[in-house]
């Protein structure tokens, strides 16, 4: 069946301007995942959905930084003026249920000039 | 705080030339280890999950084993295609993984 799915696979963007990224998880994955890989460094968690619960915000690195989930669809991670500390690969994980192995998209390399 | 720390940071293999990579971690109440792999360009591939100490899986080359404090993950007479960076992390309350920077691995034919 088809895997995880991001777009844009890459995006560049001047520093100050608004970015969405997206990511289709597998069908029938309820938990959904957002994590970010800077260059040379392990992945760092973003946020966590899980069905129709409150998402788990913790890892958002400041209130630049928002996502959305509808159902058990389509998530949409929103970075609003962008930094250059921004500039990282945004991987997204969906999973079949909470504590399963979850399983990663390609990413969205993102630059911010 | 949970973390988790890999060694070495780099491996050169020969081909045929097994070796271990290392993963170490302290969490508070370990759910699962995962091992994952990454190739350039892509996201990480999904290999193992070990849930408890004394826990051993494999696939073709490798092989996984757990320990309370650490997780191996052994390869055996690796080929030029297990070229790759081999990430491990943990997962404490059954959500989010903690992530090791990862060991890159590269075998020469």
């Known amino acids: 069946g088809a895997g995880v799915s991001q777009s844009p696979s890459n995006k560049v963007t001047e520093k100050g301007k608004d970015v969405e990224l997206r990511c289709d998880p597998i069908?029938?994955?309820?938990?959904l995942y957002w994590y970010r890989q800077r260059l040379g460094q392990g992945l760092e968690f973003l946020i966590y959905?899980?069905?129709?619960?409150?998402?788990?915000k913790s890892g958002l690195p400041s209130d630049r930084f928002s996502a959305e989930r509808t159902g058990e669809s389509v998530s949409t991670l929103t970075i609003q003026r962008t930094q250059q500390e921004d500039s990282a690969v945004y991987l997204c994980?969906?999973?079949?249920?909470?504590?399963?192995?979850?399983?990663f998209g390609p990413g969205t390399r993102l630059t911010v000039t | 705080e949970d973390q988790v720390t890999q060694s070495p940071e780099a491996l050169r293999l020969q081909e045929g030339e097994s070796s271990s990579l290392n993963c170490s971690y302290t969490?508070?109440?370990?759910?699962?280890l995962f091992w994952y792999r990454q190739d350039p360009g892509k996201g990480p591939e999904f290999l193992f999950t070990?849930?408890?100490a004394g826990e051993e899986k494999e696939k073709e080359r490798l092989k996984a084993t757990l320990t309370k404090k650490e997780s191996f993950l052994h390869i055996t007479a690796p080929k030029p295609e297990d070229s790759a960076t081999y990430l491990c992390?943990?997962?404490?309350?059954?959500?989010?993984?903690?992530f090791g920077a990862g060991t890159i691995l590269r075998v020469k034919s």
């Open positions: 994980a969906s999973s079949l249920s909470r504590g399963a192995e979850q399983y």
């Open positions: 069908s029938g994955h309820t938990a």
């Open positions: 959905f899980q069905g129709n619960s409150a998402p788990d």
């Open positions: 969490v508070s109440g370990l759910r699962g």
């Open positions: 070990l849930y408890s």
């Open positions: 992390a943990v997962q404490a309350n059954f959500d989010k993984l903690v």
